[in-house]
C-alpha cells in the first residue's frame, strides 16, 4: 500500500462537496455500514464533463471518493465504465482488506450516477458492431457475453437494479445491489465495460404493483412475463440507444424465427420464449439471444474454458423480489391481501374447511388445502370477493375451452395452432374461434388441467411466438 497517494487523497480530496450542474447522483452505504459515499457527475457529449463526490464515516471513504472522482473526469463514458473497486484502490496506491470495503462504496455510488446520466442524457455516436449485453451476475449472461464478444462485436455490459429490500435474501436474488456488483465484477474480469441501470420505480410500478392487485383478485399473475414485456427489455434498448449499440444481447434461450418472430429454443428444458411472449416484434429485431441453440451443459462448459468465475455458479429459482422472504409476507408488506379466514367449499357448495386467504392459492393447487377426503382434491375455482376456496377431484379442473382477454396478435389468428398455458408445460394443440376487443376464445384439442386466470397464454405457430394473452 502507498501511504502516501491515500494521505493525498485524504487530505487534499478532489471534488469534495461538488454539485455539478445538470448532474446525476449516485449513493451507497449508510446506517448498515455507517460509511456512506455519494458521487455527483454531468456527461458533456461522450465524456464525463464534471464530477463531485460527498463522503462520510471512515476516512478510507473520503478517500475513495476523492479517487473515483480523480479516476472519472474528463474520461470517455466506455472508459469511465470500466472503472471498479481494484482501479478505485490502485488510485490510492492500494488498500489493505479493511479499507477495501470503501473502494466498492465509491464504485457503487460512481456506477449509480453514470448509469443515471446515460439513461437520462447519454448520447454516444451510433456504432454498427457495438452490442449491448444484459449480464446479470450468472453462467448465462456471461457466456452470452463471451459469444457475442467472440464474434468480433465490442461488447458493453448492462446489468439493472430492480428491487431493493432489506427483508430480501440479497446474494440469491438476481437483480438486487449485490447482485450488480457481482455482475460488474464478472463484466469487467472479462475486460468488458459494465454500466448499471436503476429501474426500482418502473419495476415496483409495472411488475410489483400489478403482482400484488392481482393475488387480491383472485388471479395467479406472472410478473416474469410482464417485466420482460413492460420493463426490463425495452428500457435496455432505449438504453442501447444512449450507448450508440446498434442491438441487445440476453442469456435467455429463445431464437429467432426467419419472419422475425420469437422463436423456442432448441433445448426444450431450458427454454425461455413463454417469458419474453409480451416482446413486440420491433423489440424482437433489435435482440439476439446467442444461447438459443445450446444446451445448458455446453453453456457451463464454455463458461469454464474461458475461466469464468461463474461457470458452476447456482440458478436462482425464487422471483427475483421473493427470494429470501415468503409470497404471503410480501404481500402483507407491500399493501396486498393479508390473512383473512374464508370457507373452503366443495362443489355442492358445502363447507368442508377453512384457509387463510384466497390469494394463497392457484387453481390446480393439490397440497396445503388441509381437506381430508375419499379422493385427492384440488382447488377447481376461487371466489375473491366472498374469500371462498372451491375445490374438487382432478376431473373438475379439465376444460378445453379457455378464454383470453388482452390479447395481442402478431399474425391472423388461423395461424395460431398451439397454445402453452404455463411456463413449465408442453404446449396444447388449438385454435382460435372469434373474439373480439382484445378477447380470444382458445379450443384446445385435448384438456387441460387447471387454467388459472392471471396466467399468460403462449400463442404459438408451431414453435413461434405469434401473439399473447393473459388467461381470463
Known amino acids: 500500500m502507498d501511504a502516501e497517494a491515500f494521505r493525498e487523497h485524504l487530505e487534499y480530496p478532489r471534488g469534495r462537496g461538488d454539485v455539478p450542474p445538470a448532474s446525476f447522483r449516485g449513493t451507497a452505504g449508510g446506517a448498515a455500514c455507517g460509511d456512506l459515499v455519494r458521487v455527483d457527475l454531468a456527461l458533456g457529449g461522450e465524456r464525463v464533463a464534471a464530477a463531485g463526490f460527498e463522503a462520510s464515516g471512515c476516512g478510507a471513504a473520503v478517500a475513495a471518493g476523492s ?14 465504465a470500466r472503472i471498479g473497486a481494484g482501479e478505485i484502490a490502485a488510485e490510492l496506491g492500494g488498500l489493505s482488506p479493511g479499507k477495501l470495503h470503501a473502494a466498492e ?13 446515460v439513461a437520462a442524457t447519454g448520447a454516444l455516436a451510433p456504432a454498427p458492431e457495438r452490442t449491448l449485453v444484459a449480464v446479470s451476475g450468472g453462467v448465462d449472461s456471461a457466456v452470452a457475453a463471451l459469444l457475442v464478444a467472440e464474434q468480433g462485436r465490442e461488447v458493453v455490459a448492462v446489468t439493472l437494479e430492480l428491487w431493493r429490500d432489506e427483508h430480501n435474501d440479497a446474494e440469491t436474488s438476481c437483480c438486487s445491489a449485490h447482485a450488480v456488483r457481482l455482475a460488474r465484477s464478472v463484466a469487467h474480469r472479462m475486460g468488458l465495460a459494465h454500466l448499471t441501470l436503476d429501474l426500482r420505480a418502473a419495476f415496483a410500478q409495472g411488475v410489483v404493483a400489478p403482482f400484488v392487485a392481482d393475488h387480491a383478485a383472485g388471479r395467479t399473475p406472472n410478473p416474469c412475463v410482464r417485466c420482460n414485456g413492460d420493463v426490463r427489455l425495452d428500457a435496455m434498448l ?23 418472430l420469437l422463436r423456442a429454443a432448441a433445448d426444450p428444458a431450458k427454454d425461455q420464449s413463454y417469458m419474453l411472449a409480451g416482446l413486440a416484434p420491433a423489440s424482437v429485431a433489435r435482440m439476439r439471444f446467442p ?3 445450446l444446451r445448458k451443459p455446453e453453456v457451463r462448459e464454455l463458461a469454464r474454458a474461458a475461466g469464468l468465475p461463474v461457470a458452476d455458479k447456482r440458478e436462482s429459482q425464487d422471483l427475483c423480489f421473493l427470494a429470501g422472504t415468503g409470497k404471503r409476507a410480501f404481500l402483507e408488506r407491500h399493501g396486498g391481501p393479508r390473512a383473512r379466514r374464508g370457507p373452503i367449499v366443495d362443489l355442492a357448495g358445502r363447507r368442508v374447511g377453512e384457509h387463510d386467504g384466497q390469494h394463497l392459492f392457484t387453481i390446480g393447487q393439490r397440497k396445503g388445502l388441509g381437506v381430508a377426503g375419499e379422493e385427492p382434491a384440488f382447488v377447481v375455482r376461487k371466489d375473491a370477493a366472498t374469500n371462498t376456496v ?4 382432478r376431473a373438475a379442473l379439465a376444460t378445453t375451452d379457455v378464454s383470453v382477454r388482452d390479447a395481442v396478435l402478431h399474425r391472423p389468428g388461423e395461424e395460431v395452432d398451439r397454445v402453452k398455458l404455463r411456463y413449465r408445460t408442453a404446449p396444447l394443440g388449438c385454435r382460435v374461434e372469434g373474439g373480439e376487443g382484445g378477447r380470444l376464445r382458445l379450443a384446445l384439442e385435448e384438456p ?14 408451431g414453435d413461434v411466438v405469434v401473439g399473447h394473452g393473459v388467461i381470463a
Not at 68 to 80: K, T
Open 105 to 117: 462504496l465509491a464504485a457503487d455510488a460512481l456506477h449509480m450516477a453514470l448509469g443515471a446520466a
Open 291 to 293: 444461447l438459443g441453440g
Open 390 to 393: 372451491v375445490i374438487g377431484p
Open 238 to 260: 432505449e438504453f442501447a440507444d444512449r450507448l450508440g449499440a446498434a442491438d441487445l444481447a440476453t442469456g435467455h434461450y429463445a431464437r429467432i424465427s426467419d419472419d422475425g
Open 67 to 80: 479517487a473515483a472522482v480523480e479516476l472519472v473526469r474528463g474520461a470517455g463514458v466506455l472508459a469511465a
Open 448 to 461: 387441460v388441467e387447471g387454467a388459472a386466470p392471471g396466467q399468460i397464454a403462449c400463442l404459438l405457430r
